[in-house]
């Protein structure tokens, strides 16, 4: 069985032909998106940023579906476009996947839903943003991969800077702000899967910042999913397990509290509260309250109703 396999181009632009490049690599993405085999295209600048040096890196499954892109007419039509903006390219050679070196950076996994009939717009958008965001200092790369459910599944980026610094400071940019104000129309909703803050995989992350909800809040969110499970599995659970060495049946209890949060009450308390957990400075006063108030009410409410559950 052959190993997964990496093409890798490089491509040196003309100067003032930076519009071209990107409708090219809409029309390259796309085309490779539809070959048999293909895995990902990932496009990133020279590390120099006066550089007009792009590199190309194309992941196959097989080296013989590498191949027969390779062969195929729709490659060779996109090569012979090149000549419209490029001063020279290299399109070879291929390396094994396990041989590519990576080099240490900071990434972001961005997963996006694009609207119904909006996939070629995306393909474009996220052109335009690539160009952009290579303008900036620590840009090394992106990596975008459609999704393997069909056009109803979610479409992978992997944003690469070489610190955090600058990977906030492209995120935190005017000119990011407008592509994603752009978006609007073409995405439906994107999650951040970088772990920012300090209860990861429990709550999202703010598309709009990168940062995480504060802890506090999350911490009572929890607080408010863990407490009903503890005082339920304290009852109905643990005389199941008086029998147990005290060790295995805490362990058993601490198993069913973690599946039951993670699974149960924060995606739930999230879902309801995530109007509170990211403020956008305008209201953020009188939502702030508001959702101390409901908080308080909902914690009385399960106070009351598990009062005499376990002295019965």
Known sequence: MSAPIVLIATITLRPGSEQAFTDWQVRHDAAIAKFP??????IMPAGDAASRKWTI????????????????KERAALVAETSQF???????????????????????VILSKVKPGQTEAYRAWTVRIQMAQAKYPGYRGMYLQPPNSGPEGHWTTLL?????????????????????????????SEELMRLATSFPGWV????????????????????????????LELRF????????????????????????TSFITMPLFVSWFSWWLFLDGKTSKSREALGLVLLA?????EIALLWNLLLK
């Open 37 to 42: 085999g293909s895995i990902s295209t990932d």
């Open 57 to 72: 890196v194309l992941n196959f499954e097989k080296k013989e579906q590498l191949a027969a892109w390779q062969q195929s």
């Open 86 to 108: 490029a001063e020279k390219g290299d399109f070879g050679p291929t390396i094994p996947t396990d041989s590519k070196e990576a080099e240490p950076t900071i990434t972001e």
């Open 160 to 188: 690469r800077f070489d610190t955090m610094e600058h990977l906030l400071a492209w995120k935190s940019s005017p000119e990011r702000a407008a592509l994603l104000h752009e978006a609007r129309d073409i995405i439906e």
């Open 204 to 231: 999202p992350i703010n598309p709009a910042t990168g940062k995480g909800p504060p802890n506090w809040k999350t911490a009572l969110l929890v607080l408010l999913g863990l407490y009903p499970v503890v005082v």
């Open 237 to 260: 659970l643990n005389p199941h397990l008086a029998s147990l060495n005290p060790s295995l049946a805490t362990f058993i209890g601490n198993v069913g509290s973690v599946a039951a």
């Open 297 to 301: 009410v909902l914690f009385a409410i």
